[in-house]
């Protein structure tokens, strides 16, 4: 197959690399020049475990190149994957469609041929049709068909979600696009990884069921955490019994500092705005974004009573500001609630990230940027592990607590415990709904 992706971002690359992988011929096109200069040097311009290798190793075999130039790239194209941005539209939560819209026009344009041009952004119901319309306005006598094929990637694990998916969902109209689709996917149908082929609707809906129900998982656990914090239960137990419960499952039952990156704020938004667009509410996803900001507040509650009601004066070492680890995407991550909170306060504030450095110093200004959690923490009154990156999972605690001015730790992602941290001769330590180690 001949396959076309508009797009290098997370889920652009990603989709390009793994369909050259299948041995399919790509063409990956952005309009930053920067980003296709570097991926034609041999560069990623995301921080994603494993692209770089795959990447090259399918641009070695010729089955893998990018451009900047859309028209050269549809030459024998037989589908084309939109995989541009849709961010939450400034004032109204809904999904901005401009980059995809645009994305359509411009295939409109470029298309000589027969092509399947399939959606793989986020976006609302509806979309699909509006991609279709916009494609027939500027192309009145072009022979194409529309599909809906959101991704499931997960930042972090996106290679091994790619290849090995859970499921992908088809959404398609005609059997023409269903055979195209089907013989892109080949390799994932011949084994056995289960395709979900519905109507257009349904695979744009399943996108944001999906997205909005595990924030939901997330911000369920959160709610509990917090009571388990005023009741003396401890939230990794609670979430371990519960989550040994098939029906329930343990994933997406950590208890954190609030749920962030490029998806779940903006798809929770954009569906709650679809419910209000077609009166009917989606009342449990509106609850699940306000705690989420409730979530992130508590935490800065939690840093301040930490630092006896004034971040005035103090030094606070954060361990990690991306939105999860392995990756190094601060979209709406936490920190960029809980950072600011503390320069506002008066604190200078010390930041260690294996990755997020590069997105995060334009984000966080204001901060120092160190390599070292031995180095940041050295005369400073508070350690925050925000992220739980594999390199704040083994710390010295008691190299740690030796050099700090006062040892005291918030622990948001439940890391160590109250007798880590006591043993190691910490003084304060807090962590999310367990109970805190008495002072
Ligand atoms: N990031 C994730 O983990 C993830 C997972 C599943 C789904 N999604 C969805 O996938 C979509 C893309 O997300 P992302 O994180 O990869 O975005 P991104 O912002 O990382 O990348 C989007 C890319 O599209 C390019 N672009 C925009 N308009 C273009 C055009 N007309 N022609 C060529 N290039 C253009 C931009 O320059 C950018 O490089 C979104 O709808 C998102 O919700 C993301």
């Not at 197959?1 to 508009?6: G, K, L, Q, S």
């Not at 269903?178 to 994932?188: F, G, N, S, T």
Request: hydrophobic share 45%; charged share 25%.
């Amino acid at each position: 197959m001949r396959i076309v992706v508009i797009g290098t971002g997370y889920v652009g690359l990603v989709s390009g690399v793994c369909f050259s992988d299948f041995g399919h011929d790509v063409v990956c096109v952005d309009k930053d020049a920067r980003k296709i200069d570097m991926l034609n040097s041999g560069k990623v311009p995301i921080f994603e475990p494993g692209l770089d290798q795959l990447m090259m190793r399918n641009v070695e075999a010729g089955r893998l190149r990018f451009t900047l130039d859309l028209n050269e790239a549809m030459e024998g194209a037989e589908a084309v994957f939109i995989a541009v941005g849709t961010p939450t539209r400034r004032g109204d939560g809904h999904a901005d469609l401009t980059y995809v819209m645009a994305a359509a026009q411009e295939v409109a344009k470029a298309a000589k041929d027969y092509i399947v041009v399939v959606t793989k952004s986020t976006v609302p119901v509806g979309t699909n049709r509006k991609v279709r319309e916009v494609m027939t306005e500027t192309a009145p006598e072009l022979d194409f068909d529309v599909a809906s094929n959101p991704e499931f990637l997960r930042e972090g694990a996106a290679i091994d979600d790619f290849m090995k998916p859970d499921r992908v969902v088809v959404g398609i109209e005609t059997e023409r696009a269903a055979k195209v689709m089907a013989d892109i996917y080949r390799p994932l149908y011949l084994r056995e990884f289960p395709i979900v082929v519905t109507d257009l609707e349904s695979a744009e809906m399943i996108k944001y069921a999906a997205n909005a129900f595990l924030a939901t998982k997330i911000t369920f656990i959160n709610e509990i955490a917090a009571l388990c914090e005023k009741v003396g239960a401890d939230v990794k137990q609670v979430s371990k019994g519960m989550g040994l419960d098939n029906r329930i499952g343990k994933k997406f039952l950590h208890a954190g500092p609030g749920y962030g990156g490029s998806c779940f704020p903006k798809d929770t938004k954009a569906l709650a705005r679809i419910g209000q667009e077609n009166a009917s509410p989606m009342m449990i996803t509106e609850a699940v974004i306000a705690i989420n900001e409730q979530v992130k507040r508590r935490m800065v509650d939690k840093l301040l009573e930490l630092c006896d009601g004034s971040f005035n004066g103090k030094t606070i070492a954060i361990m990690g500001v991306t939105f999860k680890p392995n990756t190094d995407d601060m979209r709406d991550a936490p920190s960029l609630t809980v950072v600011p909170a503390l320069l506002g306060g008066g604190a200078k504030v010390r930041v260690v990230d294996p990755q997020g450095r590069h997105e995060g110093e334009h984000l966080l200004p204001g901060v120092e940027w160190l390599d070292d959690p031995y180095a940041a923490t050295e005369h400073s009154d508070l350690i925050v592990i925000m992220t739980e990156w594999n390199e704040f999972r083994a710390l010295d605690l008691t190299r740690i607590a030796g050099g700090m001015k006062t040892a005291r730790m918030a622990d948001l992602r439940n890391v160590y415990s109250a007798e880590d941290a006591r043993n190691a001769g910490f003084e304060a330590y807090s962590s999310i709904g367990r109970p805190d180690m008495a002072r």
